[in-house]
């Protein structure tokens, strides 16, 4: 499989701007993680971006992928990486590169951290209630 589905801008707008389009899978250069997108986040910047508001992605850096940071699994890494292989589940902020509304992302392999599956403590920022119901044995 040499392309992907990713969720892109032409121009800035409204939601009716956002378009799923068949582009090239990216290469992780020696020192990147090649990432299979499972979850992005949708953040205020991703609006703004939209909108045409967020002063680092101009015009001329159309057409643009959304998302700045995701999980998911590593497809593939670069020859410099190390710290990381094949299958790990993975999170990350891409910063302005290539987006996370895709099905693969490049990302720097110093910007992945684990994703922590332990039921013993609660996770930070984000978490569900479900997840904390969990935890607390409380479901």
Known sequence: MSQM???RIQRFG???????????IPSPSENQVLVRVDAASVNPVELKTREGAYPLIRE???PYT????CSGKVERVGAKVTQWQEGDEVYGFVGQGQGTYAEFVVM?????????RSRRSLPGRGFSSRAACETASAC
């Open 5 to 7: 589905s990713a969720y």
């Open 14 to 24: 409204g939601p009716e701007v956002v378009e799923r389009q068949t582009i090239d």
């Open 60 to 62: 001329d850096r159309l």
């Open 66 to 69: 959304l998302g700045r940071d």
């Open 108 to 116: 720097e392999a110093n910007a992945l951290a684990a994703v922590y």
